[in-house]
């Protein structure tokens, strides 16, 4: 059974840092690209990062770039999220998610989704 399970959310101060997590089973770890999404209340998901875990080769949306770091732990089939400089715009449930690549919305090429992680930034 595949499983993506989310962790690391919870409510931070503008500035602030988080740690998300993502554990993922149940498929081959290393032929895959895991990402995380997010969706604030009222707007559409959106990708925020991107990992192959089989090169390394990361995608990062503008929003996040230079506060967000994604990193992979193959041995531990396990994705990091750092977040730093939280804004109050980073409030959503952030997603992760796994497919063979990244590609355009709506499903952003996922085949695996896991529950997500609520995330929330106060100003």
């Known amino acids: 059974e595949v499983q993506l399970v989310e962790s690391g959310g919870g409510l931070v101060q503008a500035g602030g840092s988080l740690r998300l997590s993502c554990a993922a089973s149940?498929?081959?770890?290393?032929?895959?690209?895991i990402g995380w999404f997010r969706q604030a209340p009222g707007k559409e998901r959106e990708v925020v990062s991107c990992i192959s875990s089989g090169d390394g080769s990361t995608y990062y949306a503008d929003s996040v770039k230079g506060r967000f770091t994604i990193s992979s732990d193959n041995a531990k089939n396990t994705v990091y999220l750092q977040m730093n400089s939280l804004k109050p715009e980073d409030t959503a449930v952030y997603y992760c998610?796994?497919?063979?690549?990244?590609?355009?919305?709506?499903?952003?090429?996922?085949?695996?989704w896991g529950k997500g992680t609520l995330v929330t930034v106060s100003s």
């Open positions: 998610a796994a497919g063979t690549e990244l590609k355009e919305a709506p499903n952003y090429g996922m085949d695996y």
């Open positions: 149940g498929f081959t770890f290393d032929d895959y690209a």
